[in-house]
């Protein structure tokens, strides 16, 4: 799991919240120029994607009080993401435009700009502004899936880590527990 959760806390940092924060500002644009803005669609999938990318930062800086938290803001992140996955599918299918299968080439193409050094919305621009709906779709629908797989692994670690470790809650009731029995 190493370089999935910086050890000083910055959520920017997080390879979760760097391709959540690239989902969002991909949906906005992809929205602003295939959804109607007064859609409600519009509304949903722009909300969608912010609400991924808030509650990872909203998660992690609630980290150090409580693992509990951070554990259900990052479910409710990967939950977002999949909302979202399921409009931009929506969107293929009403227009019958095919959803690239993992091994498509473009699709190929589109997942290894994931190992883009100091990669952001920036390195997926062409593929969302400068191509057609299908091309758009798809390309946000595989970083979206990256993203997914990111927050999965960094889901396991945080169960894992309260399994082990317990929250907040738990260490101040150890600590309480052997200053009584010192006392």
């Not at 050890?7 to 690239?22: C, D, T, V, W």
């Amino acid at each position: 799991m190493d370089g999935l959760i910086d050890p000083h806390g910055g959520f920017r940092n997080l390879k979760s919240y760097q391709m959540a924060e690239i989902v969002s500002d991909a949906t906005v644009a992809f929205c602003e120029r295939w959804i109607g803005r007064r859609s409600r669609t519009h509304d949903q999938m722009v909300q969608a994607a912010r609400s991924g990318k808030q509650n990872i930062a909203e998660g992690s800086m609630a980290s150090g009080t409580s693992k509990k938290t951070e554990l259900k803001l990052v479910g409710v992140a990967r939950a977002s993401l999949e909302e979202l996955l399921l409009d931009y599918q929506d969107f293929l299918r009403q227009r019958n435009l095919p959803l690239w299968e993992k091994n498509h080439p473009q699709a190929q193409k589109i997942r290894k700009l994931a190992f883009v050094n100091n990669r952001s919305y920036k390195t997926y621009r062409t593929y969302i502004e400068g191509a057609p709906p299908e091309v758009a779709a798809n390309a946000v629908i595989c970083v979206i899936h990256q993203s997914n797989f990111l927050l999965d692994q960094q889901l396991r670690q945080l169960e894992k880590q309260f399994l082990d470790q317990g929250g907040f809650t738990e260490k101040l009731y150890r600590t309480r527990l052997k200053a009584r029995s010192r006392s």
